[in-house]
Nanobody, 125 residues
Framework: QVSLVESGGGLVQPGGSLRLYCLASGDTLDFYNVAWFRQDPGEEREGVSCMRYGDNKIYDAESVKGRFTISRDNAKNTVTVPLQMSTLRPEDTAVYFC????????????????WGQGTQVTVSS
């Protein structure tokens, strides 16, 4: 079982930066892939960035390439998954979710087994 808790959301002006955090705890975390998704009300949940365990290979959505950076810090029984967001745009406004899976990487939310509760990011002047 894996528990995920996000933090760091808030209100930021266009062009600004924000850093989200996901604290993951549970067994065998070293063998889980991790990801960030986001969702607007009335819209489908979309993948933002994901990282594969082992080689830390990263895949980013086209809309965030060069602006968002996912990383991973392993500690005993916990993993922190920051998402550094820069040059934010109003269209980045959404609830951001952290996710983990023991299966292979996929942009399909249904492929991910564990989810956090989400954190709101609002980009507005």
């Amino acid at each position: 079982q894996v528990s995920l808790v996000e933090s760091g959301g808030g209100l930021v002006q266009p062009g600004g930066s924000l850093r989200l955090y996901c604290l993951a705890s549970g067994d065998t975390l070293d063998f889980y892939n991790v990801a960030w998704f986001r969702q607007d009300p009335g819209e489908e949940r979309e993948g933002v960035s994901c990282m594969r365990y082992g080689d830390n290979k990263i895949y980013d959505a086209e809309s965030v390439k060069g602006r968002f950076t996912i990383s991973r810090d392993n500690a005993k029984n916990t993993v922190t998954v920051p998402l550094q967001m820069s040059t934010l745009r109003p269209e980045d406004t959404a609830v951001y979710f952290c996710a983990a899976t023991g299966r292979s990487l996929s942009p399909d939310p249904a492929h991910w087994d564990f989810w956090g509760q989400g954190t709101q990011v609002t980009v507005s002047s």
